[in-house]
């Protein structure tokens, strides 16, 4: 039996079971199963692994992508340099983590894109948001972090004014804020200064169009949710797992 799963808190919403769960009937693999992993602490991951010896491979979530790091026995060097993991193999060669969210976020973003769109401000700072950053470096792509609680050189909402955002077109919301049941919820922004030059990009998949998106598409913006990156970075993981 190969067994895979998902590691995070609150994570009954998650797509990756379906998908995978899905992934294995059309290929015909009854042998091989995926569940969720829902840890109050992160505390709790050495039971987890010493708990299901049969383990291959998991995926992390929201909010462990970082605090996992110091439980694995070694990184990709991609990311150590993120310092964010989503992806861990399992096998003889022990744990070891790797970051499938660069791929995912790039080669979704990358068919959006217009010439123009050479700045970006990325809403939050956790994990996700880092392999976002990365991805935007390799893309030649200038950015700035947004955050609640704005460290040296990052920017708070209330720094968010209106001719900043008609500077900056790129907008990534990188917050669980607009996440289901919370469907209302959407970061604090002048919403009034977008408009088709702008685009508004939401790592939330459900719901599929987020108030963050559905303000921006009011407003003329395009837009596009977190959904295929998810799907490129489950494929992404997929090879790393069968090649560990």
């Not at 769960?21 to 995926?34: A, M, T, V, W």
């Not at 956790?126 to 460290?151: C, D, H, M, N």
């Not at 913006?221 to 959904?227: E, S």
Request: proline share 7%; net charge negative.
């Amino acid at each position: 039996m190969r067994r895979f799963g998902l590691v995070g808190r609150n994570i009954g919403y998650s797509f990756s079971r379906g998908y995978f769960g899905e992934k294995f009937r059309e290929l015909g693999l009854s042998d091989h199963s995926y569940e969720n992993f829902d840890l109050a602490d992160i505390a709790e991951f050495p039971g987890l692994l010493s708990g299901h010896p049969d383990l291959c491979g998991l995926n992390v979530t929201i909010p462990y992508k970082e605090a996992v790091i110091p439980y694995l026995d070694s990184l990709d060097p991609e990311a150590r340099r993120i310092g964010a993991v989503n992806t861990i193999c399992l096998g003889p060669g022990g744990s070891r983590g790797y970051n499938t969210d660069v791929i995912g976020f790039r080669e979704s973003l990358r068919p959006l894109l217009v010439p123009a769109d050479r700045h970006a401000l990325i809403l939050g700072t956790g994990g996700a948001s880092k392999a976002v950053a990365r991805a935007l470096e390799t893309l030649g792509i200038a950015f700035r972090y947004v955050s609640r609680q704005p460290q040296q050189g990052q920017l708070g909402y209330a720094d968010l004014t209106a001719e900043l955002l008609q500077e900056t077109p790129l907008l990534i919301q990188c917050t669980p804020v607009g996440t289901l049941p919370d469907t209302d919820r959407a970061p604090e922004l002048p919403y009034e200064a977008l408009g088709p030059a702008h685009l508004l990009y939401d790592l939330i998949y459900n719901p599929a169009l987020t108030t963050f998106l559905k303000r921006g598409q009011e407003r003329g913006a395009r837009v596009k949710n977190g959904l295929e990156m998810l799907q490129i970075q489950a494929e992404c993981a997929w090879e790393l797992w069968n090649a560990y």
